[in-house]
């Protein structure tokens, strides 16, 4: 497998590009204006408590109040039970308002819900994860030789020694790292936690105590793993500090950073500026003809498989088959690149053979293994369809790059005019039967008008004779087909 990151870096924003054997696999963006909050450490301030819920708001600066639920309060003090009765406790005895408290943020603000928090402090760095109220270690799942496991566990164990400074998790990136690279990541984890703890004394409620790396830095320190070959960035100054951190922090990176001169756009060299326009579609062509249709929700993301074009060359069946295993593939790449989270239904063409069925569900499976979120397929429903969740910590590429239309709010759909001028006429009822004036005036847009003065031009000229006063029509260019005024004169 064949890695590269390209890196395109301007004032306003920072892009990142995950390329596999060519192909776009992750797009992360993050703007100068917004960016993202997830592992910034805040000093909070309880604006509420809410029994019902089980949970608290609080006051961290941000424009909307965060959200720390019971089951995320973990470091509260000695004095009010242990770990598991603080976990499980009633949130009002464990927070009360008006109380000033350290949160990290876990999830970003998503649509209309506020940033998501915990009080269990995590700081990462390359290869470890400080987790400062623990007194354990952990490996990631992703690290599969047990002996592997076994022998990082010993080296970080024995480094940590009675844990009393904090237990760590031992990121995947520290496969094969020895005992000096996990020490220097150690040593830096004490003393960033050392200079977070002197601030969280010292920091004002809702001021930030602690804030994550910038993308292109974050992209050295998690994303570059073994098979990474090459990491360009496009900006010669940028270039310049990625390798000063690099040397400093990720040593066996620094060599793999290049500096991309080109006068043709680093994006445009693996086409991602059109896969990131493809991504935006709700339609997604499969090379044999057929595609999937996306649906992004706030509930859910549905992704419903057709056949369209593909006849294929056998049975119906086998025909089915060929096309919902590359929807598998299809499925893993976009919930990557679009960043789809939460609880996402797939509709796959129904198949009648159980082995078809599990091997189509083992494809996605598989084809998930490289996605860096955590996902989970569930089951199969009664109605066949594939029930899975993504962890989502971030917004998705839409709601990044897009807005909703302000015409159709969203809905995707507009009333015709036809269906307008039934509402104008309407209207013109209601009130021809309140007010008793000379005439109306008909504000449109040209798409009603049109019509008003066309198709519906007979009913128009009966409506007029029967309420006995004389209608005119105006255009208004800044209409919406949707919007349309009766005026009283």
């Not at 935006?280 to 996306?294: A, M, P």
Request: charge should be negative.
């Amino acid at each position: 497998m064949s890695e590269e990151i390209l890196i395109n870096v301007t004032p306003q924003e920072t892009r990142v590009a995950v390329v596999e054997n060519g192909v776009l696999q992750e797009v992360y963006i993050e703007r100068a204006q917004r960016r993202g909050s997830v592992g910034n450490i805040y000093k909070g301030r309880i604006i509420r408590v809410l029994p019902g819920m089980q949970a608290a708001f609080l006051d961290i600066g941000m424009q909307r109040t965060a959200f720390l639920h019971a089951s995320d309060i973990v470091n509260q003090p000695a004095e009010w039970g242990s770990a598991e009765e603080r976990r499980a406790g009633v949130i009002t005895d464990l927070v009360k308002e008006g109380q000033n408290l350290t949160v990290q943020v876990f999830k970003d603000p998503l649509g209309t819900k506020g940033a998501r928090l915990t009080t269990h402090i995590t700081v990462p760095s390359r290869y470890l994860v400080l987790m400062p109220d623990a007194r354990n270690v952990g490996i990631s799942q992703k690290i599969e030789s047990e002996a592997e496991r076994q022998r990082l566990k010993e080296i970080v164990t024995a480094l940590a020694g009675d844990l009393e400074g904090g237990g760590y998790i031992v990121r995947t990136a520290a496969e094969e790292a020895d005992a000096d690279a996990l020490r220097a990541d150690m040593d830096y984890l004490r003393k960033l936690w050392a200079s977070i703890r002197e601030q969280m004394a010292n920091a004002a409620p809702g001021s930030v105590i602690y804030e994550d790396l910038p993308l292109m830095l974050r992209t050295l320190r998690d994303l570059v793993e073994a098979d990474v070959e090459k990491v360009r960035i496009d900006s010669r100054e940028n270039y310049k500090k990625a390798v000063g951190f690099a040397e400093q922090f990720v040593p066996q990176v620094a060599p793999r950073i290049e500096y991309y001169p080109g006068e043709r756009p680093i994006f445009d060299l693996y086409g991602v500026e059109d896969e990131i326009q493809k991504a935006l579609e709700r339609k997604v062509l499969l090379k044999s003809g057929g595609h999937l249709v996306i649906d992004q929700t706030e509930a859910m993301t549905t992704i419903d498989v057709n056949t369209g074009a593909y006849v294929g060359h056998r049975t119906l069946e086998e025909t089915i088959f060929k096309t919902n295993l590359e929807a598998a593939q299809a499925i893993a790449r976009q919930l990557r690149l679009r960043n789809l989270g939460g609880i996402i239904i797939i509709d796959f063409i129904d198949m009648l053979e159980d082995d078809h069925k599990r091997q189509v569900l083992a494809a996605l499976g598989k084809n998930l293994e490289r996605d860096r979120a955590k996902s989970h397929i569930s089951e199969v429903s009664s109605l066949g369809l594939v029930q899975m969740t993504r962890k989502r910590t971030r917004e998705s590429l839409e709601h990044v790059l897009c807005a909703a239309c302000p015409t159709c709010q969203g809905r995707g759909s507009l009333k015709t005019p036809e269906t307008v001028c039934y509402e104008i006429f309407r209207e013109l009822l209601r009130e021809a039967r309140q007010f008793d004036v000379q005439q109306y005036l008909v504000l449109a847009s040209q798409e009603v008008i049109d019509i008003l003065l066309d198709e519906e031009s007979t009913s128009l000229a009966e409506l007029e004779a029967f309420i006995g006063k004389p209608i005119k029509l105006q255009v208004e260019s800044l209409y919406t087909q949707e919007q349309f005024d009766v005026v009283l004169m």
